[in-house]
């Protein structure tokens, strides 16, 4: 079992920035890859960046990319989500994810923690 907590979400005027975080515990050590993923009122939840437990792969949806950075703090077992240059659009409430290495699908999911970017 693997618990994920985030925060770090809030209101932002356009452009501003926010930093995410994800802190994991328990069963950590059986974590291959933690994303992060959004969704938005009224719209089905969409992938955001993605990075392997050792931190050496990340990936990103096309909507974010140049704007967005997925890192991970080995020693404190969280992952980090930096959002610059955000958008009304980016408004969401931000969920972060866990998977073991076979899994098909993200198995462990946060909370949530709510970004709101006013124009």
């Known amino acids: 079992q693997v618990e994920l907590v985030e925060s770090g979400g809030g209101l932002v005027q356009a452009g501003g920035s926010l930093r995410l975080s994800c802190a994991a515990s328990g069963r950590t050590i059986s974590i291959y890859r933690m994303g992060w993923f959004r969704q938005a009122p009224g719209k089905e939840r969409e992938f955001v960046a993605a990075?392997?437990?050792?931190?050496?792969?990340?990936s990103y949806a096309d909507s974010v990319k140049g704007r967005f950075t997925i890192s991970r703090d080995n020693a404190k077992n969280t992952v980090s989500l930096q959002m610059n240059s955000l958008k009304p659009e980016d408004t969401a409430t931000y969920y972060c994810?866990?998977?073991?290495?076979?899994?098909?699908?993200?198995?462990?999911w946060g909370q949530g923690t709510q970004v709101t970017v006013s124009s």
């Open positions: 994810a866990s998977k073991r290495a076979f899994a098909v699908q993200y198995e462990y």
């Open positions: 990075i392997n437990w050792g931190g050496t792969t990340t």
